[in-house]
């Protein structure tokens, strides 16, 4: 079973970036997609990308601010998030949906849509 790594958290001033990374493990390539959890509300979908990478689709509140790519040779998934407001703080979560399903150019934005989930990692944005 794929396994998912998390990095590039941190702490931040508003209106600074930060790139988040996700490395998967095995050679399989899957849709895969960021959420996020700020404390006490629901794990919300932020970002996905198609296996290709070609389609992305994204949060309306994050639109415009944040970007996904791959890197399929690296098997590592980046969130680029520019322009940070303290309403991003949350835990970022990168997740894979299974090589089996993720059909070449689909994007998927339910936490159901997912099979394995990374650890989490934390983005702070002071205000």
């Known amino acids: 079973q794929v396994q998912l790594v998390e990095s590039g958290g941190g702490l931040v001033q508003a209106g600074g970036s930060l790139r988040l990374s996700c490395a998967a493990s095995g050679r399989s390539s899957y849709a895969m997609g960021w959420f996020r959890q700020a404390p006490g509300k629901e794990r919300d979908f932020v970002a996905a990308?198609?296996?290709?990478?070609?389609?992305?689709y994204y949060a309306d509140s994050v639109k415009g601010r944040f970007t996904i790519t791959r890197d399929n040779a690296k098997n590592t998934v980046y969130l680029q998030m520019n322009s940070l407001k303290p309403e991003d703080t949350a835990v970022y979560y990168c997740?894979?949906?299974?090589?089996?399903?993720?059909?070449?150019?689909?994007?998927?934005?339910?936490?159901?849509?997912?099979?394995?989930w990374g650890q989490g990692t934390q983005v702070t944005v002071s205000s």
């Open positions: 990308i198609s296996r290709s990478g070609g389609n992305t």
């Open positions: 997740a894979a949906r299974s090589p089996q399903s993720s059909s070449g150019n689909a994007v998927y934005n339910r936490l159901g849509d997912y099979a394995t």
